[in-house]
C-alpha cells in the first residue's frame, strides 16, 4: 500500500486498535481488584478515549479530503 490507500488503512488500524484498548481498560476497570493496577488503568483509561476521538477525527477528516491527510494548516 501507498499513497492515500496506506493513509486510510493506518487510520482504519488505529481507529481499531484504540477501540479495542479502550474496550479492554474499561473491562479491567470494574473487575481488576489490585490497587497499582486500578490505579493504572483509571488513570489511562481518559487517554485512550481521547486518542480514539483523535484517530476518529483524523479518519473522518481523511474521508472528507478523499483520503488525503493534511497537518491542519501547522
Do not use: C, K, W
Amino acid at each position: 500500500l501507498e499513497g492515500t490507500a496506506f493513509d486510510s488503512a493506518y487510520l482504519e488500524q488505529q481507529v481499531l486498535a484504540h477501540e479495542a484498548a479502550v474496550n479492554a481498560f474499561t473491562i479491567a476497570s470494574d473487575a481488576v481488584e489490585n490497587q497499582a493496577l486500578q490505579s493504572f488503568v483509571s488513570e489511562n483509561l481518559p487517554i485512550l478515549q481521547e486518542h480514539l476521538q483523535m484517530a476518529r477525527q483524523l479518519m473522518q477528516q481523511s474521508t472528507m479530503t478523499g483520503g488525503a491527510m493534511t497537518d491542519g494548516g501547522n
